[in-house]
Structures are given as structure tokens and as C-alpha cells.
């Protein structure tokens, strides 16, 4: 303890003489005066050694011997290709690359990587692979097999097929996806590769012979680049890429026009409508002739930066910070030697989709008008210091320098002097490059939405609106809400909807129900199954792949839920919001409810109109939504707790109506979770089945 002591002892002097030193040192600084920047750090990047096969292929090798490990990188940098009528077929390309070649099964292939444990993946423009040192030449030589070799059977061809019809599928409802489709086609146009997308047709109309006819034509060395970084020699490298590569053919390439790009004559709204989404996309769009290569280029990546390139941009410290619209708002600048796209953007509610535009113009004019600070110009100039120094002792960031050198036709100290140029950005510079590319008098503003509840309020804003569907081809306006008749009551549309299913002595008759809804998350088969009896009790039990994952039991009092064996009483908020059921069927004691009901109008639903009923249970509003034919309840949005503590709408669709004993029940039910859509078929449904009390307990 006593020699403890005096080690604590002795290291409080040691500091006090230091704090005591530094004091005398420093106290003639002025402390309110901010210190100067010190130079940009001299970055000294190591060159690739290089060499050319007679086929064209180029090969960097960076070595680095501090680690046993290998990293292969192929690049096909050809010319965009505009798949047209085959879109797809690269996508299936890259999906049939590693099922196999020519003198191996896929499965041998796979075990056999697997045994060296190594890496080794394939795209329709490119190939790579990650080994140790010592299994470099097997693994590079299984790389080399699956690129030049490669096996597509009918097979593997078709359950890549599937796989992608399934994929674009489930982007179908999708808002992101939907609306970074339809940008890419906007901005750059349909016949330019980076417009085009793929669609359910496409794909069905592709066969095996048109994936291997990409790959014959596309998959040449004329373009391409490999790049070696790691443990290994130069001349081991070359032993290699001649034994397995010099062989491989060159063959001129197809070729295509890039179509030019060009931003609309006037700023202006382009409304994507997606009648079932509960959050918005809006993103301010447009393309500039900008390349790494560029004088500008360091200016445009302050700017970006500043405006939406980070967590402390304008754009981020307006909506999420200032206004909480949004979880993130970012802005984003995409360099490309052919057509660069700058956009920014932010996934906000449907509520506050007007103000979103107005604050994001708001913050743009800012950048135009309004010289950034000194302070933000040091921020990032300081940010990208550290990133780039910390990057460059990394022999793969080496190499990808090394790469973009070579495809982008840049100076060959441009890494070297990247700092340097970033550092001799001014705020006049920022300035400048805003007004000259960010092209806020010809943006498109684009919005992807349920435009039933945004569009009266983007029509406020005086910009021209123009309609398209999920596809990019022009659409009419959506119908908007309309007012209802004064006839119309809750009374009346809940009465309608009741008799519609069943009538009010039939649905009173039925004590107990169970059922199963039958589902799919992840490629997994999802089963949840209900059994109640009136006036609340509930028994769920969810079910995944074969095995009890969890379960909900409510006895009309208390309740528990269970998840992979750890059991835990329901919140009380729940337990309350249960106990006020008084039947199996809401509807039934809705209007004895307590709640205020109110019509507010007629609502477009699927092609359908529908009544909108509004419910507000002690300022917690939730609506139904009933066919004004058929009656029938077509879908709801109920308010839940969002992940930011916010509360906000959750949909569920009702479809596909069969009677059971009388009882029509919607047999399809499609939800909401996690920003994925979930598609929910009902199985065995039983109306009145004898159920053990014990199930409840």
C-alpha cells in the first residue's frame, strides 16, 4: 500500500511540474485568436509497378509485405453498355459467374475456395479474390478458371431469373426503390445505360443464349485492368497473369453513342405517386460535365460537403436538427468521366413534404448568396486531411489510386497534390462552383409519394408539376380527396361495412375464431397464428421456419409475451389497449367506443373509392378506410411510436374477401415494418372452433 502510495504521489508531482512548464510556455498566447492552419500534410503515395499483356489487360502490382495476404482486383473499364431490350442480362451474368466452369462443378469450385480460405467474387465487368500469400497462385489460378472458363447451365439460369423477378418485385413498394429508379431515368434519359432500368418483362423475356452472347461480346481484356496489392513480387505476378491470361482473345467491342444529358429549362416538380406510401422521397436533381480531372473538382467536394456532404451540413442541420422532418439529410456529388450527377435529398412524412421543398430551396439559395465561413472551410479541409492520410496506409487505397489514375486519364501526382488543392479552396471558390454547376433555376424536384395527401400543398409552392408512374412515363394527375356529402356518417359506413361481412347477428355469434397468416422475410417461411374468444382474450404464436420463435397470451386481464424462451409481462399501455376490446369484430362497439369518428372525405385507394374515417382516441388518431361500393374495409393506418419516439401512420392493405361460415374475412393482408412490405396470406380459418381455456393463461 505505502509503495502504492508513493507511485500516486510521485506521478501528481511529475504532472504538476509539467502542467506548471506548459503554463510558462504558453502564457504570452492569445487564446481568443483561433491558430493558424498548418501546411497541407505532404502526402508521398507509392507508385504501382505496371506492365501490359499483348491483349491490352494491364496489371498494377502494389507490394506490401508487412501481412501474408493477397487482394486481386479485375476491372473492365469499357465504355457504359446500354443493355436496351436484354436489360438484365449483366445482372444475370454476375449472378451465373462462380456456379461452375468448365473443368470444375460449382460445388467442387465453392468447397475448394472455401478450404484455402479464401474470397473470390465475379461481376458482369469485373472479378476479384483475397487469399493468404501462400494460396496466392491456387487461388488466383480458381479467379482466373471462373473468369475465362466460366459454365452457364439452364439451370443456374433459371433460378437466377427467379431470383431477380422476386427482387424486383419486392421493390415494387418500395419508395426508395421506385424513386431512384425513376431519377436515373429522368436525369440521364431511357436510352443512356444509366437511365435504363430492368423490369419484370425484361427478365422473362431473357434466356440462357443472351447471357452468354453478353459475355462473349463484353467480357474482353481491350478495357481492363488487374491489380495486385499485398505479399507478393512482381515477377510472381507476372509468372501468373502470363500463364492465365496471355491466352485471352481481344475482340473490338460494339460501339454506342452515349446519349448527351441535359437539366430541364426551368426548375420543376417531378411527382412520382405511390398511393400506399406512408414516407416520402424528395430529391433535388441534376447532371453536370464534371471529372475527377476537372480544376473544379476540389471545389465541388468542399461545397458538397458543406451543403449536405455531412451530419453538420446545412442541409442536415435544417431538417433533422432545426425541424426534425427527417432522420438525415444528405447531399451527395457523383464524379463520373462520362456524366456526373449531383443530388441531394431526404426520406421524410407525407405531412411536412411542402415545407421539406421549401427549406431545401432555402438552404441552396444560402449556398448561392451567402459566402460559407471560415470556420466550416477549416471543418472540412481538416475532415478530408484526415481521412486522406489515414486512407493512404493502406496498400489497397494505394491501388485504387493507382486505378483511378489510369481510367480517369489524371496527372500522375494527383493523389500526391489532392490535399494541396483542397487546401487552396476559398469560399469565393465555393461560391462559384455552386453557381456553376448546382443549377438551382434548372433542377428537378423529385418526389415520390402518396400524392393524394402532398399534392395540394406542393401545388402552393408555384412550381410546374409533372406527373409520372413507377416507370418514368408520364402520368396524369392522381385523384385527390373529394368532400363528402354531409349524409355520410359513421354510422352509416361502419353499418354498410358489418353487413357487408356478415351482418351484426352473425358476427355477434361468433365467440372464439383461429387462424393462420402465412408469410415470407428474409427467403424464411413465417407463420402466425391467432386464436381468440370474445370479448379479448388472444393467443399468438409466431412460427419461422418450423420452430416457435415467440408468442403473445392475453387472458382479458393480464398478459405476457415470450421470445426464444425469455418470458416478460406485456406493457401496461398494451394490456390497457386490450382491455377496451369488447368484441371480436372492432366494428361492432366501435360507435359505443368513446372515440370521436368523423367522415373527413372520399379517398382514392387502389383505383377504388373509399370513405375516410378518421378516429381520434384521446388525440391519437388512427382512419379506416371503406370501399363506398362494396362497403368492405380496404385498409387502415393506425399511429405507432416510429424509432425516433415520434408517433407516425403505419398501413395495412385487406384484400381478397372469402366468406367462412358465413363471415367474410380479407384472406390477404399487406403491412408495413421496417420500411419493407409484407405480404400476408390467411390459412385455416375457423369460425367458432372449441378452444382449451388453458391456451390463454
Request: aromatic share 10%; proline share 5%; glycine share 6%.
Amino acid at each position: 500500500m505505502k509503495n502504492t502510495f508513493l507511485i500516486v504521489l510521485s506521478l501528481m508531482i511529475l504532472m504538476s511540474c509539467n502542467t506548471t512548464k506548459h503554463t510558462m510556455q504558453t502564457k504570452d498566447f492569445d487564446r481568443n485568436t483561433m491558430p493558424q492552419p498548418g501546411p497541407a500534410p505532404k502526402v508521398k503515395l507509392g507508385k504501382p509497378q505496371t506492365f501490359t499483356l499483348d491483349n491490352g489487360l494491364k496489371v498494377l502490382v502494389v507490394e506490401n509485405h508487412k501481412l501474408p495476404r493477397v487482394r486481386v482486383s479485375l476491372t473492365l473499364d469499357n465504355t457504359p453498355v446500354y443493355e436496351g431490350d436484354k436489360a438484365g442480362v449483366s445482372s444475370l451474368l454476375s449472378g451465373l459467374f462462380g456456379t461452375g466452369t468448365q473443368s470444375m462443378s460449382k460445388d467442387d469450385f465453392n468447397e475448394k475456395i472455401d478450404y484455402l480460405g479464401a474470397r473470390v467474387w465475379f461481376g458482369s465487368q469485373s472479378a476479384g479474390m483475397r487469399s493468404l500469400s501462400k494460396f496466392f497462385p491456387e487461388v488466383f489460378g480458381l479467379m482466373a478458371d471462373g473468369v475465362l472458363n466460366p459454365k452457364f447451365t439452364q439451370e443456374e439460369f433459371d433460378k437466377e431469373r427467379d431470383k431477380a423477378i422476386e427482387n424486383v418485385k419486392s421493390g415494387e413498394k418500395s419508395v426508395g426503390q421506385v424513386s431512384n429508379r425513376v431519377e436515373r431515368f429522368l436525369a440521364y434519359g431511357s436510352k443512356h445505360p444509366y437511365g435504363e432500368f430492368t423490369t419484370i418483362e425484361h427478365l422473362k423475356r431473357l434466356n440462357l443464349s443472351d447471357v452468354i452472347n453478353f459475355y462473349n461480346t463484353y467480357y474482353k481484356p481491350n478495357n481492363a485492368y488487374l491489380v495486385v496489392t499485398g505479399d507478393v513480387t512482381l515477377e510472381e505476378v507476372k509468372t501468373l497473369v502470363n500463364k492465365y491470361f496471355k491466352a485471352w482473345s481481344a475482340k473490338d467491342l460494339p460501339d454506342y453513342t452515349l446519349p448527351k444529358t441535359s437539366n430541364v429549362a426551368q426548375t420543376q416538380i417531378n411527382f412520382i405517386d405511390m398511393p400506399e406510401a406512408s414516407q416520402t422521397q424528395v430529391d433535388f436533381v441534376s447532371t453536370a460535365h464534371l471529372t475527377m480531372g476537372d480544376p473544379d473538382y476540389p471545389a465541388v467536394l468542399v461545397a458538397n460537403h458543406i451543403y449536405g456532404g455531412d451530419f453538420n451540413s446545412h442541409l442536415n442541420m435544417n431538417l433533422r436538427e432545426a425541424h426534425g422532418f427527417t432522420y438525415g439529410a444528405r447531399s451527395s456529388f457523383r464524379a463520373n468521366k462520362y456524366v456526373s450527377m449531383l443530388q441531394a435529398g431526404a426520406k421524410v412524412r407525407n405531412q411536412v413534404v411542402d415545407s421539406v421543398v421549401v427549406e431545401m430551396v432555402k438552404e441552396l439559395n444560402r449556398m448561392y448568396t451567402e459566402p460559407v465561413t471560415e470556420e466550416e472551410l477549416k471543418t472540412v479541409k481538416a475532415s478530408y486531411s484526415g481521412n486522406f492520410v489515414m486512407n493512404v496506409e493502406k496498400p489497397e487505397t494505394v491501388a485504387r489510386y493507382a486505378l483511378n489514375i489510369e481510367k480517369n486519364n489524371l496527372p500522375a501526382d494527383f493523389y500526391e497534390t489532392f490535399l494541396e488543392r483542397i487546401n487552396a479552396v476559398t469560399a469565393e471558390d465555393v461560391m462559384r462552383v455552386i453557381n456553376k454547376y448546382y443549377n438551382k433555376d434548372n433542377t428537378r424536384i423529385i418526389i415520390t409519394s402518396k400524392g393524394s395527401e402532398v399534392i395540394p400543398g406542393l401545388e402552393k409552392l408555384g412550381y410546374p408539376i409533372y406527373y409520372f408512374d413507377k416507370y418514368g412515363n408520364p402520368a396524369s394527375k392522381p385523384k385527390l380527396p373529394e368532400a363528402v356529402s354531409s349524409d355520410v356518417t359513421p354510422e352509416m359506413v361502419i353499418d354498410k361495412y358489418l353487413t357487408a361481412i356478415g351482418g351484426k347477428d352473425k358476427l355477434n355469434a361468433v365467440r372464439t375464431m383461429s387462424y393462420t397468416y402465412e408469410t415470407k422475410m428474409q427467403g424464411m417461411k413465417v407463420q402466425i397464428n391467432f386464436k381468440m374468444e370474445t370479448p379479448n382474450k388472444l393467443y399468438q404464436e409466431t412460427v419461422v421456419m418450423g420452430q416457435v420463435y415467440g408468442k403473445m397470451v392475453f387472458n382479458g386481464n393480464t398478459g405476457y409475451m415470450e421470445q426464444m424462451g425469455a418470458k416478460k409481462d406485456l406493457p401496461q399501455d398494451q394490456v390497457e389497449s386490450l382491455k377496451k376490446r369488447q368484441s371480436l369484430f372492432e366494428e361492432l362497439t366501435l360507435l359505443k367506443s368513446g372515440k370521436t369518428l368523423k367522415v373527413e372525405a372520399i379517398v382514392p385507394v387502389k383505383g377504388s373509392e373509399t370513405y375516410k374515417l378518421a378516429i381520434d382516441d384521446d388525440g391519437k388518431v388512427s382512419y379506416k378506410y371503406f370501399d363506398t361500393k362494396s362497403g368492405l374495409l380496404v385498409k387502415e393506418e393506425k399511429s405507432e411510436k416510429g424509432p425516433d419516439g415520434k408517433e407516425m401512420l403505419v398501413p395495412t392493405e385487406y384484400s381478397d374477401y372469402k366468406a367462412v361460415d358465413g363471415v367474410l374475412m380479407p384472406f390477404k393482408v399487406s403491412s408495413q415494418a421496417m420500411g419493407q412490405t409484407m405480404e400476408m396470406m390467411m390459412k385455416d380459418l375457423k369460425i367458432n372452433p372449441s378452444l382449451p381455456k388453458s391456451i390463454f393463461q
